[in-house]
């Protein structure tokens, strides 16, 4: 009897809780179960909340601040980063810009010099990548010769013809977005590395 009364009462306070969770509504947003994941305890970039008292009830954090308190008090902008300003263009660490060139504007893309330097710790680092992303289809020398290469056929052989005279610029974008029967690469690989796979094919694969 004890027990059927425990196990009623506990579901009255279950589905108390349940049914007040459920009272969302506008700006209401009903009872949080875990509020720690709701709210960020790291800076929110886009937003702060500026009163120190918020989710105090929950609080253990050194400075005594309330748990949802996350303002960066440098920045009274409401927002803990300032916004970039209009027309700002992302550049990557080493300052490039994003590449925007579809697939098909080959010519464009050949008029874009190698940014990076020659040198032998390049090459050897080309190498290895050529090794690892291009040998399998174009052979380690090549010449089209790569065991998937004679599988899939087709396959380029850049010690010939006219590939012999490739710009670096339309390698490098004939790795990162691909032509024809072979596939992009521009996700596997960085530009960095792209680059310098460059300098490789047209300073080792393609000196005759
Ligand atoms: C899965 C096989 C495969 C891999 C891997 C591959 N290629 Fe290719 N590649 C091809 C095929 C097939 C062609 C011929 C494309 C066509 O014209 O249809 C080609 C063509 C090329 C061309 C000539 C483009 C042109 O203008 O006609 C270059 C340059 C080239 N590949 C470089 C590379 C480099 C550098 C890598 C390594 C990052 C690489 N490829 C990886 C299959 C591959």
Redesign the pocket.
């Given at each position: 009897m004890k027990l059927v009364k425990t196990l009623s009462i506990l579901g009255i306070v279950t589905a108390g809780i349940v049914l007040g969770a459920c009272r969302a509504g506008g700006e209401d947003q009903g009872l949080e179960f875990a509020p720690q994941m709701y709210h960020s305890v790291a800076y929110e970039p886009l937003t702060q909340i500026t009163d120190e008292s918020q989710g105090d009830w929950l609080s253990n954090r050194e400075d005594e601040k309330g748990e949802f308190y996350n303002s960066n008090i440098y920045n009274p902008h409401n927002m803990n980063m300032r916004e970039p300003v209009e027309n700002t263009v992302p550049r990557n660490k080493n300052g490039y810009l994003p590449y925007r060139l579809k697939a098909f504007e080959l010519e464009e893309a050949a008029l874009i010099e190698n940014p990076i330097e020659l040198s032998d710790e390049v090459l050897d680092e080309g190498e290895t990548l050529?090794l690892q992303?291009?040998s399998?289809?174009?052979g380690a020398g090549g010449e089209g010769d790569g065991k998937?290469?004679l599988i899939?056929g087709?396959?380029?052989n850049?010690k010939g013809g006219a590939?012999i005279n490739?710009p670096e610029g339309?390698?490098f974008h004939?790795?990162t977005k691909g032509?024809?029967?072979?596939?992009a690469?521009g996700s596997q690989?960085t530009p960095e590395s792209r680059w310098k796979?460059v300098h490789y094919?047209k300073q080792e694969i393609q000196k005759q």
């Amino acid at each position: 009897m004890k027990l059927v009364k425990t196990l009623s009462i506990l579901g009255i306070v279950t589905a108390g809780i349940v049914l007040g969770a459920c009272r969302a509504g506008g700006e209401d947003q009903g009872l949080e179960f875990a509020p720690q994941m709701y709210h960020s305890v790291a800076y929110e970039p886009l937003t702060q909340i500026t009163d120190e008292s918020q989710g105090d009830w929950l609080s253990n954090r050194e400075d005594e601040k309330g748990e949802f308190y996350n303002s960066n008090i440098y920045n009274p902008h409401n927002m803990n980063m300032r916004e970039p300003v209009e027309n700002t263009v992302p550049r990557n660490k080493n300052g490039y810009l994003p590449y925007r060139l579809k697939a098909f504007e080959l010519e464009e893309a050949a008029l874009i010099e190698n940014p990076i330097e020659l040198s032998d710790e390049v090459l050897d680092e080309g190498e290895t990548l050529y090794l690892q992303y291009c040998s399998s289809c174009h052979g380690a020398g090549g010449e089209g010769d790569g065991k998937a290469g004679l599988i899939i056929g087709g396959v380029a052989n850049l010690k010939g013809g006219a590939y012999i005279n490739l710009p670096e610029g339309h390698i490098f974008h004939v790795i990162t977005k691909g032509k024809g029967r072979m596939g992009a690469h521009g996700s596997q690989i960085t530009p960095e590395s792209r680059w310098k796979i460059v300098h490789y094919v047209k300073q080792e694969i393609q000196k005759q």
